[in-house]
């Protein structure tokens, strides 16, 4: 089955009905760049720089290499061409791709910008074929898809403008070939897409007023006008052009002018217009105490420029020309909801918003302890404008201050000659509160402000409320609401109580808010710690993932942290803990359980894996996941892994779990992970369990966490040793210790014998022999124990190991006479272990060369280059031509020299692996050296230096400084 490459819009690669799925990021954008442009080859040194434009040359080499292995497990290479050094999209690989197919329908498309769009008849093939070319747009280029190198993103906005405009014109063609066999419904059709992909373009807008037009819809293609004069005139500053303005005169007919009617028609019959009050009058601002107003404490309003701008937007266009308008300011807890509104109720309360000044200020609040309690909300929001009752301008009938009664009691305090309606007792009484309350509201200072917060608290009757008010008239009431609703917890409300229709009309926008970006948040700690040290911003940021109440929170923990406590790690604010206490205990016993499970899985896990873990029926966890979905505490991503959408869940879930039921969770985890193993049942539990050498390292990483953290000793052990063999295999060596010291903790837990006390000096030896972290001191003390262990167990054929690793201590440490002792205690077992004899060798080799003998160091570095030729094997990240490189250098042989260092490189970029990558270059850094070519030494010394850091490597670190600092020294 053929592969097929979709760019416009998402990148996706799939193959028949599925999704193939690419792991490596920079792998998919070599694939993106190289399918956009199929006629052309680059070279390796190219495309290095586009996909890691900010690595040295080396670097960025290595993880191109890497890249492309890992990228030839997921997806066929063959759709790559290489030709020498250059690589390029291979045509002939049965690739397809939606962009050579839109190039191919599309040829000849020239876009057209007159008006009206040229009419051109074409042949049905050809019409069909400009079809299938638009019906390829998903959306632009590259869609969503972001790649950490400022070229490539440079590129893709290159690319992305390039199709936005090919679009265009093969929508422009459609729309002539259309009009040219007068099918008009497809003409407004067409150009409406047009619209949604630019809408400045005027043409476009002609193309939808004829067509409505010509289709019997005046009134239609009118409105169509004046959508198109507001675009202009909101985005642009400008007005719509001359063949626009005909066109839409042209429309209305003889009986209208170029701007419309010459005089305004006159108001409806029986109805009163309001008109709003003269700029200078006073705001009436009602609200309950302790509501929205802006707290000059609270914390500063960062980040929120264009959500601000977009709510300000919609409010100022309603109170300007109306309908009516409410918008929905949409995210989760904590993310700065309230306090983007109080901002703008302040801003209302103070004076004119933009060139709109609202007379009528009302706040509510929903509440959770009230959300069964009708009309609780709005009436919190409406009785302190019940002050208006008294003067004695407003004009409200008797009848309707009585309904209005129902809902506050207080009208009659301030009536007490009204009688109290009768109970509500059919549909028409409550329409009659409904009429009341917009007839209360119409009599305030026109145009109204209502502000309502924590929306999803509100009963259905206070939404059906709102429904009715936001559809009044706006002769009668001119009112903007702005209503705050949680993230995940307004989609039930919402459907209930039929405020999709508002939003289907029009009359409903949403403005959604997100965390801060990186920027933001960084500029917010500034804003909330001002030149304190005590607060690091990044590490604020890497906690917080941007989230504002979080982010305000940690900042005001770490500034009240002393001196002696700012090494300890932060803890999740009790503010947040709180909030997502709260937030869970809402969704039921269920729900929680499915939190705690997924909380033991670090990475994520599937619904199979939570299923077997809770134990709980398929179908209610899936309706656990549910709610914790729409409740935005977790998330599914693109390998449909089930993963919460913050570690701060995570965090606090783990950090309110009792020790005995964390260790059952990681249990139950266990059980679930290792049913998906091809390993003997029987033996799941045991040390005999083993996975093929290719296992999933991170299969591997998370049956030692749930193995460990279950207090499953045995399997934990058995499997913390697999995974440190897989690390070390990567190259992962501080990882692989890591492991190491984790088997060695698991085996500290079970009760000792014979065996074990083998294996605890098999570990050790192995943990040592990869230790390049710890102080030379602690790793020798480590083989003297390890000695000692074995000479009281009698597991004397460890001991010439313990000798070897004590001997590689010895010599970095510069004690090359301890070391030469050790040898000389070992040559008498060299005869009976060709594998001591080649060791020695090695040692005896670099201590001479430490110690100054070169020409003898030569003779035995040499014997181990053959033995290696011959099929012996030295640890990773080690050679031999390295330090037959160095002494050819001292001893002035330098095309010997040279050539050592040319099979080092070779060695360098087969293995891929930093601390050898980084010993090429000290290598290199000695050969310049020695050939008095400093500044070159220098600088092959200083990016030795750079990656041995990077990869944590103190040993190469040390040599690579030493090299650098006697370089600049000549």
């Known amino acids: 089955m053929n592969y097929r490459l979709l760019l416009l819009g998402p990148p996706l690669l799939v193959r028949g009905s599925e999704t193939v799925p690419l792991k490596s990021r920079k792998g998919q954008a070599l694939l993106w760049y190289l399918a956009a442009n199929p006629d052309k080859t680059f070279s390796r040194e190219h495309l290095h720089g586009l996909l890691w434009d900010e690595l040295p040359s080396n670097s960025a080499r290595r993880d191109f290499n890497t890249m492309l292995s890992r990228l030839r497990a997921e997806a066929p290479l063959d759709c790559i061409r290489r030709t020498g050094t250059q690589l390029g999209w291979n045509p002939d690989a049965g690739f397809s791709t939606d962009i050579a197919d839109f190039l191919r329908w599309t040829a000849g498309s020239e876009p057209h910008f007159g008006s009206p769009p040229p009419q051109l008849s074409l042949a049905p093939d050809a019409k069909e074929a400009l079809r299938r070319a638009v019906a390829l747009w998903r959306g632009p280029f590259l869609d969503g898809f972001t790649c950490d190198s400022a070229v490539y993103e440079e590129w893709m906005l290159t690319e992305r403008h390039r199709w936005e405009v090919r679009m265009l014109a093969a929508l422009h063609q459609l729309i002539a070939a259309e009009r040219a066999d007068a099918r008009w419904d497809q003409v407004a059709a067409v150009a409406r897409r047009g619209l949604e992909l630019d809408p400045l373009q005027e043409p476009f807008y002609r193309a939808v007023m004829e067509a409505l037009f010509r289709l019997g819809n005046r009134s239609a293609a009118l409105t169509e006008f004046e959508r198109c004069r507001r675009v202009l005139e909101e985005q642009l500053g400008t007005t719509p052009d001359e063949a626009t303005m005909t066109l839409a005169e042209t429309i209305r007919g003889p009986a209208y002018g170029a701007f419309g009617p010459a005089a305004p028609p006159a108001p409806p019959l029986n109805r009163e217009y309001h008109a709003p009050p003269a700029p200078s009058a006073p705001v009436l601002r009602c609200m309950p105490p302790d509501t929205l107003t802006a707290d000059p404490a609270a914390a500063p309003l960062v980040g929120r420029d264009a959500e601000y701008a977009q709510l300000l937007e919609a409010i100022t266009r309603t109170a300007r020309t109306g309908p009516n308008q409410m918008v929905l300011l949409v995210g989760e807890a904590g993310v700065g909801k309230t306090r983007l509104m109080a901002e703008v109720e302040d801003a209302a309360a103070r004076g004119p918003l933009a060139d709109v000044r609202f007379s009528t200020v009302l706040v509510g609040r929903g509440h959770e302890s009230m959300a069964s309690v009708p009309y609780a909300a709005l009436a919190e929001a409406l009785e302190p404008a019940l002050a208006v009752l008294d003067d004695s301008g407003t004009n409200l009938p008797d009848v309707w201050l009585r309904e209005l009664g129902r809902l506050l009691p207080d009208v009659f305090v301030h009536r007490p000659d009204l009688y109290p309606p009768l109970p509500m007792g059919s549909g028409d009484d409550q329409l009659r509160l409904f009429r009341a309350v917009a007839r209360f509201l119409g009599r305030l200072p026109q145009p109204v402000l209502l502000v309502l917060d924590d929306l999803q608290w509100a009963d259905p009757l206070t939404i059906s409320l709102l429904d009715y008010l936001v559809r009044q008239p706006s002769g009668e009431l001119r009112l903007a609401v702005v209503a705050a609703v949680r993230a995940g917890e307004d989609?039930?409300?919402?459907?209930?109580?039929?405020?999709?229709?508002?939003?289907?009309?029009?009359?409903?926008?949403?403005?959604?808010?997100?965390?801060?970006?990186?920027?933001?948040?960084?500029?917010?700690?500034?804003?909330?710690?001002?030149?304190?040290?005590?607060?690091?911003?990044?590490?604020?940021?890497?906690?917080?993932?941007?989230?504002?109440?979080?982010?305000?929170?940690?900042?005001?923990?770490?500034?009240?942290?002393?001196?002696?406590?700012?090494?300890?790690?932060?803890?999740?604010?009790?503010?947040?803990?709180?909030?997502?206490?709260?937030?869970?205990?809402?969704?039921?016993?269920?729900?929680?359980?499915?939190?705690?499970?997924?909380?033991?899985?670090?990475?994520?896990?599937?619904?199979?894996?939570?299923?077997?873990?809770?134990?709980?029926?398929?179908?209610?966890?899936?309706?656990?996941?549910?709610?914790?979905?729409?409740?935005?505490?977790?998330?599914?991503?693109?390998?449909?892994?089930?993963?919460?959408?913050?570690?701060?869940?995570?965090?606090?879930?783990?950090?309110?779990?009792?020790?005995?039921?964390?260790?059952?969770?990681?249990?139950?985890?266990?059980?679930?992970?290792?049913?998906?193993?091809?390993?003997?049942?029987?033996?799941?539990?045991?040390?005999?369990?083993?996975?093929?050498?290719?296992?999933?390292?991170?299969?591997?990483?998370?049956?030692?966490?749930?193995?460990?953290?279950?207090?499953?000793?045995?399997?934990?052990?058995?499997?913390?040793?697999?995974?440190?063999?897989?690390?070390?295999?990567?190259?992962?060596?501080?990882?692989?210790?890591?492991?190491?010291?984790?088997?060695?903790?698991?085996?500290?837990?079970?009760?000792?014998?014979?065996?074990?006390?083998?294996?605890?000096?098999?570990?050790?030896?192995?943990?040592?022999?990869?230790?390049?972290?710890?102080?030379?001191?602690?790793?020798?003390?480590?083989?003297?124990?390890?000695?000692?262990?074995?000479?009281?167990?009698?597991?004397?054929?460890?001991?010439?190991?313990?000798?070897?690793?004590?001997?590689?201590?010895?010599?970095?440490?510069?004690?090359?006479?301890?070391?030469?002792?050790?040898?000389?205690?070992?040559?008498?077992?060299?005869?009976?272990?060709?594998?001591?004899?080649?060791?020695?060798?090695?040692?005896?080799?670099?201590?001479?060369?430490?110690?100054?003998?070169?020409?003898?160091?030569?003779?035995?570095?040499?014997?181990?280059?053959?033995?290696?030729?011959?099929?012996?094997?030295?640890?990773?990240?080690?050679?031999?031509?390295?330090?037959?490189?160095?002494?050819?250098?001292?001893?002035?042989?330098?095309?010997?020299a040279l050539a050592c260092l040319e099979e080092m490189k070779r060695e360098e970029e087969a293995q891929g692996y930093q601390s050898l990558t980084s010993k090429y270059l000290i290598v290199a850094a000695t050969v310049e050296y020695w050939r008095g070519r400093w500044r070159e030494a220098a600088g092959y010394a200083k990016e030795g230096w750079q990656i041995a850091r990077e990869a944590e490597d103190p040993a190469n670190e040390t040599f690579a400084a030493l090299w650098l600092g006697a370089s600049v020294l000549e």
Request: hydrophobic share 45%; charged share 25%.
């Open 491 to 896: 989609a039930d409300a919402l459907r209930r109580q039929a405020l999709y229709s508002l939003e289907r009309e029009g009359r409903l926008s949403r403005v959604v808010l997100g965390n801060l970006t990186r920027e933001d948040t960084l500029a917010l700690v500034r804003r909330l710690a001002p030149g304190q040290t005590s607060v690091d911003a990044g590490q604020v940021y890497t906690q917080t993932h941007g989230h504002p109440l979080y982010t305000v929170e940690l900042v005001a923990v770490m500034r009240e942290r002393t001196e002696g406590t700012r090494s300890e790690p932060l803890r999740v604010p009790p503010t947040m803990q709180n909030l997502v206490l709260s937030r869970l205990s809402r969704l039921g016993e269920a729900a929680y359980e499915v939190a705690e499970t997924l909380a033991v899985f670090d990475r994520g896990a599937t619904l199979a894996h939570l299923t077997r873990a809770t134990r709980l029926a398929e179908v209610a966890v899936v309706a656990a996941l549910d709610k914790l979905a729409r409740a935005g505490i977790t998330i599914k991503t693109n390998q449909a892994v089930i993963d919460f959408g913050h570690d701060v869940f995570r965090d606090v879930v783990l950090d309110h779990m009792p020790p005995s039921r964390l260790s059952y969770r990681h249990r139950q985890a266990y059980a679930a992970l290792v049913q998906d193993l091809a390993v003997d049942p029987a033996d799941s539990a045991g040390q005999g369990s083993s996975l093929a050498p290719e296992t999933d390292p991170h299969t591997l990483a998370s049956l030692v966490t749930h193995a460990t953290g279950g207090q499953l000793w045995e399997p934990a052990l058995n499997w913390a040793r697999q995974a440190a063999v897989a690390a070390e295999r990567l190259y992962a060596f501080r990882l692989a210790l890591d492991y190491l010291n984790t088997a060695l903790h698991c085996l500290a837990q079970l009760p000792p014998t014979d065996v074990r006390l083998r294996e605890r000096l098999e570990l050790e030896l192995q943990a040592v022999k990869l230790d390049r972290w710890s102080p030379a001191a602690e790793r020798d003390q480590r083989l003297a124990v390890a000695a000692r262990l074995a000479r009281e167990t009698g597991a004397v054929e460890y001991l010439p190991r313990i000798q070897m690793l004590q001997i590689e201590s010895f010599i970095l440490q510069g004690r090359c006479r301890e070391a030469l002792a050790l040898l000389r205690e070992l040559e008498p077992l060299s005869s009976q272990d060709p594998r001591l004899a080649f060791a020695l060798e090695v040692w005896h080799g670099a201590i001479q060369a430490v110690t100054g003998d070169i020409r003898q160091a030569i003779v035995h570095l040499t014997r181990v280059r053959d033995a290696l030729e011959a099929g012996e094997v030295l640890k990773p990240g080690t050679s031999v031509h390295g330090g037959l490189a160095s002494c050819y250098a001292a001893a002035g042989e330098f095309d010997k």
